[in-house]
């Protein structure tokens, strides 16, 4: 049971572009929704992440827009570089530690 | 600066081998996990522990086992290993709300 939906797959945007990522959960139990970079050979890093009592959060070029009636969330990120060329994954997480991921997104930023 | 070290990065095994992946945590936390990555399949979790000597199957524990004996390390332990264990690693440690993961260990079963 997926319980973190992500979309899309895979995105091209142009250097300087807006590139965003959508997730969508179920579970209302869920109450920190991070978000994930990862370069290839490496692990994911934390790169944002919000709580659900709070609509937007923004860190540099990184936002995250949430939804809670909708129960969706969003990453944004703003004038894009090559450089932001990666994987992302969304997560939704619960329980004392316990997190469930979205299936992940390649970015590729086109110089 | 805090991590998780993964004690190989690339690992090479023969089929019906027994293979240990070791994870070592400096963040005190409490959790841990082991993840396997392929592509298109996203991250699928293998086992996880909230405590030491305690473990939990994940969603795809079949051919695998844990052990945490000390409260900074998780260990994942192929049985016997087989070619469709062929892939990249993850252990990954948590506080309350986030994770931190290592840098992965690509295994290849020949």
Partial sequence: ?111 | DVKVTQSSRYLVKRTGEKVFLECVQDMDHENMFWYRQDPGLGLRLIYFSYDVKMKEKGDIPEGYSVSREKKERFSLILESASTNQTSMYLCASSNRWSYTFGSGTRLTVV
């Fill in chain 1, 1 to 111: 049971q997926q319980q973190v939906k992500q979309s899309p797959q895979s995105l091209i945007v142009q250097k300087g572009g807006i590139s965003i990522i959508n997730c969508a959960y179920e579970n209302t139990a869920f109450d920190y929704f991070p978000w994930y970079q990862q370069f290839p050979g490496k692990g994911p890093a934390l790169l944002i992440a919000i709580r659900p009592d709070v609509s937007e959060k923004k860190e540099g070029r990184f936002t995250i827009s949430f939804n809670k009636s909708a129960k969706q969330f969003s990453l944004h990120i703003m004038d894009s570089q090559p450089g932001d060329s990666a994987t992302y994954f969304c997560a939704a997480s619960w329980d004392a530690g316990k997190s469930t991921f979205g299936d992940g997104t390649t970015l590729t930023v086109k110089p």
